[in-house]
Structures are given as C-alpha cells and as structure tokens.
C-alpha cells in the first residue's frame, strides 16, 4: 500500500520560478528519499534525508523533514525546463529482516521556458 | 562504472503465457529489489533480495509471480499465465548493503505489456 502521499499531484510553474513538492507519509521511518523519473522509466535518485535530520542540501534543492507532523518537502530553487519530471517520495521501512521503499504516488512537475 | 540494467526494455505478450523479466544489479551490491509501477497503483514493492536469499517476498501480487537471484548478482522475475493487469513497467534497483542510509539504484525498466 502506498505511504506517501504527496501533494500537489501536478504543478506547473514558469521558468527561474520555485517549486515546492510536498509528502506525507504514515509509520516511523529509517530515513525519507526523493526521486525522479523521466518519462515513466528508471527513477533517480536525489537525496536522502535521515530521521534525525531536520533539513539538508544539494545544489539547487531543499529537503526538510518533520517527524512530529510525519511531513516532508521537497523545494528545487531557480527551476529550469529541464527539470521538468515526476518526483516522489519514499521512505524506507525496515521490518523483520527486510527492507522496502515505499512510494508516494508522486508530483508531476512542469517548467514551462 | 555500469549501472542496473534490465532486459528487456519492452515486451508484448499474449495473456496467458510466461514471461521472464532480467536484472543486472550494480557490481557490489548485495541488496536488490524489483518493484512494479502501474496507472491504477503507483510503485509498488514487490520482492527484496540480500544476498541469494529473499527475505522478504510480501509484494508479489500472486503465486504467479516468483523471482530468483543466482550468484548474488542478476535476477529473474517471472510471470506465468499472464493476465492483463500484470501490465505494467517491472522497474529494479539494488543497493550497497542493507541496514545503512544506501539510496536506490534503479534501471531503465521492463515495460510490459500483455494483450
């Protein structure tokens, strides 16, 4: 079943402009990822952001996380054409010797130049 | 270096018959996961390999579906009697080791698609 659920589905935003994703998951987590895929194919990854982190950087993106409210975001600053993709979140469960991501159903972003 | 591939990138088969879906994990990694994305479902979990073994099989939608990893390296999802709703992109990733903050390393996909 899926465990993050991310809002909004779709956001359309100009060129140079920011966008921020938002993800919303359900059980206690090991750490939350982000991803993005292209196309409906392979997904990459972006960043990972632990449990005891609050907040975290790579180049133009922001990942903050909330474990009290369960909560996270995703900003990208300065947003180009080509970042133009579907982004999920994911968090990892770690259960009876397993692990598993878990998939938010994702935010359709478009960056139109 | 080489990252996951998959093979093949696409197959239409006809309802009913058997498919076999392959992974090539990343050199080193001792985790692997096949996980499938539908329209109506999004990505779901499906199987997670440590090692040879499979610890956890919980996602697979059927006793139709089974997969094996020899070597501890390539893998093999198997569909039998395909059904329509099987359709789907069957996407795998692998990871360094399990326990530790290792993100995903997924591959292209499987885009399958049965008629």
């Known amino acids: 079943s899926q465990q993050g659920e991310e809002d909004p589905q779709a956001l359309s935003i100009q060129e140079g402009e920011n966008a921020t994703m938002n993800c919303s998951y359900k059980t206690s987590i090991n750490n939350l990822q982000w991803y993005r895929q292209n196309s409906g194919r392979g997904l990459v990854h972006l960043i990972l952001i632990r449990s005891n982190e609050r907040e975290k950087h790579s180049g133009r993106l922001r990942v903050t996380l909330d474990t009290s409210k369960k909560s996270s975001s995703l900003l990208i600053t300065a947003s180009r054409a080509a970042d133009t993709a579907s982004y999920f979140c994911a968090t990892l469960i770690e259960q009876g010797g397993s692990e598993k991501l878990v998939f938010g159903k994702g935010t359709k972003l478009t960056v139109n130049p | 270096g080489a990252g996951v591939s998959q093979s093949p990138s696409n197959k239409v088969t006809e309802k009913g018959k058997d498919v076999e879906l392959r992974c090539d994990p990343i050199s080193g990694h001792t985790a692997l996961y096949w996980y499938r994305q539908s329209l109506g479902q999004g990505l779901e979990f499906l199987i997670y390999f440590q090692g040879n073994s499979a610890p956890d099989k919980s996602g697979l939608p059927s006793d139709r579906f089974s997969a094996e990893r020899t070597g501890g390296s390539v893998s093999t999802l198997t569909i039998q009697r395909t059904q329509q709703e099987d359709s789907a992109v069957y996407l795998c990733?692998?990871?360094?080791?399990?326990?530790?903050?290792?993100?995903?390393?997924f591959g292209p996909g499987t885009r399958l698609t049965v008629t």
């Open positions: 990733a692998s990871s360094f080791s399990r326990g530790g903050p290792y993100e995903q390393y």
